[in-house]
């Protein structure tokens, strides 16, 4: 499963299980997560020739990421109930467990993804307003200009638009 927002265009996130060795993934096979690269510690999958396949009960934990480069912090698996926190991102995961991230570790990472992503809302926000101000802004001209066509003084064009005779003959008188 990933994430995606209509505003935050190349940040697909996803929650992946982490390898001793650091390496990231989010498929798996019977036998274990597929990780990409040779390292010869693993076995490697039948089918995909790069990748090996780590065993479900080496997953140390999880971690959110996307496509930008952007990581979360890593939800450590712990070996017993005991010893799990999640205030402290301590996760137990019975070892025999396919070890994709638990859901209750997936959505705590997809909100984690989503405070990633909002800084890209909030300025898909301060975009449209953007455009639509320099679009307002051509509209002014045109009808400023329609206005003066029609016999209009500078006076009244500045009344209207809320600045002075002066500021409307600088603005416009070139144009
Ligand atoms: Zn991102």
Known sequence: MSWSTDYSEGHEGWAASVT?????TGSSTGQGMLVEGITGRYERDTTLPDYEVVPHRE???????????????????VPSAEEADAGRRKV?????????????????????????????????GV????????QAGRRLDKTVAAAKAAGA???????????????????????
């Open 127 to 134: 975009e449209a307003a953007a455009r639509d101000y320099a």
């Open 20 to 24: 001793p060795d650091g390496r990231r």
């Open 59 to 77: 997953i140390i934990g999880w971690q959110g990421q996307c496509e930008c480069g952007w990581q979360g912090e890593l939800w450590e698996r």
């Open 153 to 175: 003084t500078w006076a009244d064009i500045g009344r209207a638009a809320g600045i002075t005779r002066q500021a409307a003959h600088e603005r416009w008188a070139d144009k």
């Open 92 to 124: 137990h995961l019975p070892l025999e467990k396919s070890a994709h991230a638990p859901e209750a570790v997936e959505d705590a990472i997809g909100d984690e993804w989503l405070e990633h992503v909002a800084p890209f809302g909030a300025v898909a």
